[in-house]
């Protein structure tokens, strides 16, 4: 079954730390790969993706993944966390032929302590 | 640029009551649209989705349902809410050629008492 795990179900940081919130997944073929922020009570916002070529993308408010074909792991890192960082990520991943389905981890708070 | 609309935000509805939820879209066309919902503020689950009008398609049986009166606005309603049916209601869309994209709007969460 295809599915995406999200082994943390909270991640503590430090302001000014580096953070990682990690991602694997169970998909056929090589699958697009995305993360998406939840802030409280409002829609999901999409961070980066990752669809072919380097490894390490760039996204949205400094963050970034690294896709692990081996592995089977697209973790989302940033170099030094923000307080304003903390939200709800999700992890999600769109496997070949499906159309515009995804499949969706469960989450990941990500708490950012001053 | 796009905007993606959803209403009403907040919604307090009694067990066996009917349901409507709008999601409208503006400033693109022919968008794949889509129905999450995400209960106890964790995971997402894929309701619906359409590729166009009258084309929709239904990833959980419940007693759920979804319309597409016009190529910009999706409805899910439901003939007699359960308890089981709170929850955020997410709508979200894609442009056609880059359907892996999605755009979620504010959502709407349901508390069915």
């Known amino acids: 079954a295809q599915s995406v795990a999200q082994p943390e179900d909270q991640v503590n940081v430090a302001e000014g730390n580096p953070l990682t919130v990690k991602c694997t997944y169970s998909v056929s073929g090589n699958p697009y790969l995305f993360w998406y922020v939840q802030y409280p009570n409002r829609g999901l916002q999409f961070l980066l993706k990752y669809i072919t070529g380097d490894n390490l993308v760039k996204g949205s408010y400094g963050f970034e993944a690294e896709f692990n074909k081996s592995q089977t792991s697209f973790h989302l890192k940033k170099p030094s966390a923000l307080v304003s960082d903390s939200a709800l990520y999700f992890c999600?991943?769109?496997?070949?032929?499906?159309?515009?389905?995804?499949?969706f981890g469960q989450g990941t708070e990500l708490s950012v302590k001053p | 640029s796009q905007t993606i609309h959803q209403w009403p935000a907040t919604l307090v509805q009694p067990v066996g009551s009917p349901l409507s939820l709008e999601c409208t879209v503006e400033g693109t066309s022919n968008p794949n649209l889509y129905w999450y919902r995400q209960a106890a503020g964790r995971g997402l689950q894929l309701l619906f989705y359409s590729i166009g009008i009258d084309q929709i398609s239904s990833e959980v049986p419940q007693n759920l349902s979804a319309s597409r009166p016009q190529d910009r606005q999706f409805i899910l309603s439901s003939k007699k809410l359960l308890l089981s049916d709170s929850g955020f209601y997410l709508c979200?869309?894609?442009?056609?050629?880059?359907?892996?994209?999605?755009?979620f709007g504010p959502g709407t969460r349901l508390t069915v008492t």
């Open positions: 999600a991943v769109r496997p070949l032929g499906q159309g515009g389905k995804l499949i």
């Open positions: 979200a869309w894609s442009s056609p050629d880059r359907s892996y994209e999605q755009y």
